[in-house]
């Protein structure tokens, strides 16, 4: 049995699919684990030693839902209830 071009022709069986979490083909569907994010476990696999995998699921890689706004809140000192003066009156006592 050669290693070459006749071994290729048998690989036709898939190892790995999508991940829920992450969305890569990364899921190995025999272990059940994801080889990219560590799902189904808890906390999403990370390492010092891949600074370029770091770098693409970093905060700031995604929505920011909440913390892009904490610049403008916290320049404001965190006020909440607080209702801005009209235009009119402030533009008036000038």
């Known amino acids: 049995m050669t290693k070459g071009t006749s071994s290729f022709g048998k690989r036709h069986s898939k ?3 999508t991940c829920r979490r992450c969305g ?3 899921f ?3 272990k059940k684990v994801c080889a990219s994010c560590g799902y189904p476990g808890a906390k999403m696999r990370r ?3 891949s600074e370029k ?5 970093t905060n700031g890689t995604g929505r ?4 892009r706004h ?3 809140r916290f320049k404001n000192g965190f006020r909440e209830g607080t209702q801005a ?9 000038a």
């Open 70 to 72: 904490m610049p403008r």
């Open 15 to 17: 190892t790995h699919t």
């Open 85 to 93: 003066k009209a235009a009119k009156s402030v533009a008036a006592s």
């Open 64 to 67: 920011m839902r909440h913390m």
């Open 24 to 26: 890569k083909v990364s």
């Open 28 to 30: 190995h569907l025999q």
């Open 53 to 57: 995998a770091l770098r693409r699921r």
């Open 47 to 49: 390492f010092n030693w």
